[in-house]
């Protein structure tokens, strides 16, 4: 099946710094990738839907400018948290869509700790 | 708004059948996923539906009622590795996906 990764897998930073997460589509090309942020315990809740060559759309209540979203190429996404606080701490997740968008394919993650 | 509902934890034996249910309200809707995720890793894809029915795969079971929109997903044969959170998620179109809370399956010896 189609592989996604993520980088790092694990990152802790100071408040008011920024932290750039990567998403890359391995062996096939995403136009449009997803975001997501998981609070322990917790569902998965969309943040926003990265669009290559186009800005990302983002879902309600999450902060455009906070959170921006690159997808510069058809492997590539990122997520830069500005100004991180310590309630940014949470798992964020990146998918890519299969081609029937039947089945999202997931990264494995990335654990963000703001200290 | 867009809502998804399952039940938030079952509990069952090994080898025991278990059913987690899935009730859905959004504005569109493609079709039906489940996703399993063990603590501190990413989703896993397991089943979809799009069209009423029964889809079976392996041990797991899907099944969709369109016009209840309703959903399950049947686990048979309960093994001690199946314990993780389930996800059901809808694709509300344009490859979108909005996951339910999850139902966290803890199964017993």
């Known amino acids: 099946g189609a592989v996604v990764s993520q980088h790092p897998s694990w990152v802790i930073c100071k408040s008011g710094t920024s932290v750039k997460i990567e998403c890359r589509s391995l062996d096939f090309q995403a136009t449009t990738m997803f975001w997501y942020r998981q609070f322990p315990k917790q569902s998965l809740m969309l943040m926003a839907t990265?669009?290559?060559?186009?800005?990302?759309?983002?879902e309600q209540g999450v902060e455009k400018d906070k959170f921006l979203i690159n997808h510069a190429s058809l492997t590539l996404s990122t997520l830069t948290v500005t100004s991180a606080h310590p309630e940014d701490s949470s798992f964020y997740i990146c998918?890519?869509?299969?081609?029937?968008?039947?089945?999202?394919?997931f990264g494995p993650g990335t654990r963000l700790t703001v200290t | 708004g867009q809502s998804l509902e399952q039940p938030s934890e079952v509990t069952a034996v090994e080898g025991a059948i278990v059913q987690i249910n899935c009730t859905y309200q959004?504005?569109?809707?493609?079709?039906l996923s489940w996703y399993q995720q063990h603590d501190g890793g990413a989703p896993t894809f397991l089943s979809y539906?799009?069209?009423?029915g029964l889809e079976e795969t392996g041990r797991f079971s899907s099944f969709l009622s369109r016009s209840d929109s309703y959903g399950y997903l049947l686990l048979q044969e309960l093994q001690m590795k199946d314990s993780a959170s389930y996800f059901c998620a809808v694709n509300t179109g344009g490859f979108k996906t909005i996951f339910g809370a999850g139902t966290r399956l803890f199964v017993k010896a």
């Open positions: 998918s890519a869509p299969g081609l029937d968008s039947s089945e999202q394919y």
């Open positions: 959004t504005s569109g809707f493609y079709g």
């Open positions: 539906n799009a069209l009423d």
């Open positions: 990265s669009n290559e060559g186009s800005k990302a759309t983002y």
